[in-house]
């Protein structure tokens, strides 16, 4: 919780966050207007934890009724068959019952290669 409010109360939206054990990734919107808002939130963070950024993702959000194991990887599957390379990966759900169901995941590519990454599950599973 502290590494999100250090984005937070600078007014920096986080897009996608992704935590694990050790670890929780985000990615922000950067932009001229926030670089100092943005530099100052990252002094923030390497107070308190290890930084590593990396310039140039983009994130390709796949939407669906519900998405599950067999859906995500048939899109891992397109993906990896275009030679795309994923930094990150986030679901975002509603809650349903008790549980969440997942109706959208997003992964995080490269800049440069997302027109790749969007056209391959869209021909994986539009142009059968």
Known sequence: SRASQAFSKRG???NVAATGNVRVSFTITYSKELEGA???????LRTFAKVVEREDSAVLTVVAP???????????????????????????????????????VDFVVADNRVETAVRAPHTAFFEL
């Open 38 to 44: 943005f530099v100052d939130a990252m002094t923030e």
């Open 66 to 104: 519900a998405i599950g194991p067999g859906l995500i990887a048939e899109i891992n599957t397109a993906l990896a068959e275009a030679r795309i390379a994923l930094r990150g990966m986030s679901m975002a759900g509603s809650v349903n019952g008790d549980a969440i169901a997942p109706q959208s």
């Open 12 to 14: 920096l939206d986080i």
